[in-house]
C-alpha cells in the first residue's frame, strides 16, 4: 500500500473492549460492559495518529443466538461510550461465520483486509491486538507489524508483545507504539 496510506490499531472486541461472557455471547446491549482501561489504551492510539478499527468474530449472529440487530443496538452502545470519553473508532467490522473457512472470520484477515481496503490504512505499519490465538494468526495474515495479546501469565502465545490485561496495554502502547 502506498505511503500517504495511515496505520492502524485492530481491536479485537470481547476480552479487550469489554468483559468477556465466558463461553456465552453477549446477547442485550445491558450485558455490554465497557472495560475501564481500553478507553485510555484508545486515547494512546489515537494521540499517536493511528486508526482504530474493531474486529469481532460473532459467531452467535450465525447461530441464531443474537440478531445482526442486537449486535448493532451492541456496538451503538460501544460508540457512545467511546464518544462520551472524547474518543472515537473508525470503524467496526463483524463476521458472522460459524466455521473458521470464512475469509473473514479470524485467524483469516478478511476484516483487517476490508477495513484496509475501505479506509486505506498501511496493513505494513498497523498492530493487532486480540486476547485469543486466531487474532494474533488474522494480524499475521494481514501483514501487520506487530501482534499483541491479552494472555494469563505462563500460556503460550505466538503474539510479538504479551500483556496480562487490558489494565495493562496503555503502559505498552505508551512504551512501544511510534508515532504516525
Known sequence: MSGHNRPAVFFDRDGIINESPGP????????????????????????????????TNQRGIGLGRVSPETVAAIHDR????V?????RLTDVLVCPATTDDHPN??????MLLEAARRHHL????????GDSEKDIAAGRRAGCAVTVRVV????????DRR??????LAGLLARELPPV
Open 78 to 81: 460501544m460508540l457512545a461510550a
Open 105 to 110: 472470520r479470524k485467524p483469516n484477515p478478511g
Open 163 to 168: 500483556v496480562g490485561s487490558v489494565a495493562e
Open 24 to 55: 456465552g455471547y453477549v446477547e442485550r446491549p445491558e450485558d455490554f460492559h465497557l472495560i475501564p482501561e481500553f478507553l485510555e489504551a484508545l486515547r494512546i492510539v489515537l494521540e499517536r495518529g493511528y486508526e482504530a478499527v474493531v474486529v
Open 152 to 159: 494469563p501469565a505462563g500460556e503460550a502465545t505466538e503474539a
Open 122 to 129: 498501511d496493513l505494513s505499519r498497523s498492530w493487532m491486538v
Open 83 to 87: 464518544r462520551s470519553a472524547g474518543l
